[in-house]
Each structure stands twice: as structure tokens, then as C-alpha cells.
């Protein structure tokens, strides 16, 4: 894929209404929010980029701020006490640092909260979120490799 097509697929994916694109969506809800789940969710976002630069921008479910690479890496989900990072395949990632601390009884997802004081692990988030590419690339490759009539 040449940097041109990447580039025209991260900001044409999920367009919103009035035609901005989920870069731009997100950016207006880290300035909507104007407190420190603004400040936060714009952090996570920026560790995301480090992490991926590859990633790609959604916007989905009316309004929820989406990070993915060959699938959903995870969202950025903002409460009243919370922002929440849900790991679309969390459940099947190592987390050695323990980041998980929410959602941990499903099959499938687990999220970490960060409330106002909490301090970031940003290489260990990182690490999380480099482990959820590689799975998520992982399970596509296995995908493309199965017969179609199987």
C-alpha cells in the first residue's frame, strides 16, 4: 500500500456527517471535553501513534473514537469519572504489567479505566498495543490462508 493509498484510507474512514473525517471527530471531542479526559483521551491518542504509526482513525457507534491495524485495536470510550481503553481482542493479549483493570470476566475484550490521578505506564501501554497489531494481523493472516470452501 503506497503512503498516497494509506493516507486517503485513514481520513476517508467512517466519515462523519458533516463530512469531517475521524482524525477531525476526534479532535473535536478532545476539545468538547475540556478537562482532563480531554488531556488524557489526547494522550492516548499520541501514545496509539507512537506505538502504530501505521494506525487508522475510525469513528464509530455515534461518536466512539476507534484505533485500528488489520482490525480493532481499541477504542477510546470518555465517562463523567473515566476513560476507558477497550482492547477488541484484549482478552488473547499478554499484559504483563497488568495494565487490565476493567471488562476481565468476557472472552473477548478487556479495557483499563484511567481516572483523573491515575499515572500512565506509557511503555508498557505501548508494548499492550503493539502485542494487539501483531494478534490482530496474526488472525487475518490465519484468515487469508484458509481454503474458501472449508
Not at 481520513?11 to 482532563?36: C, H, V, Y
Not at 482478552?91 to 490521578?117: K, M, Q, V, W, Y
Not at 506509557?122 to 502485542?131: F, G, N, T, V, Y
Request: charged share 30%.
Amino acid at each position: 500500500m503506497t503512503k498516497a493509498t494509506t493516507a486517503m484510507k485513514k481520513s476517508a474512514s467512517m466519515e462523519g456527517a458533516g463530512g469531517d473525517t475521524p482524525s477531525q471527530l476526534i479532535d473535536a471531542r478532545i476539545n468538547e471535553l475540556s478537562d482532563w479526559r480531554g488531556e488524557m483521551l489526547a494522550r492516548i491518542r499520541t501514545l496509539i501513534k507512537q506505538a502504530d504509526p501505521e494506525v487508522i482513525e475510525a469513528w464509530k457507534w455515534r461518536g466512539v473514537p476507534v484505533w485500528e491495524h488489520a482490525g480493532i485495536i481499541c477504542t477510546g470510550e470518555t465517562y463523567k469519572n473515566v476513560v476507558k481503553m477497550t482492547f477488541a481482542r484484549g482478552a488473547t493479549l499478554e499484559d504483563p504489567s497488568g495494565l487490565f483493570n476493567s471488562s476481565l470476566e468476557g472472552n473477548t475484550r478487556r479495557a483499563i479505566d484511567i481516572h483523573e490521578d491515575d499515572k500512565i505506564d506509557e511503555e508498557a501501554l505501548k508494548a499492550l498495543i503493539r502485542a494487539a497489531v501483531a494478534r490482530n494481523l496474526s488472525v487475518r493472516a490465519t484468515r487469508s490462508r484458509k481454503p474458501k470452501n472449508a
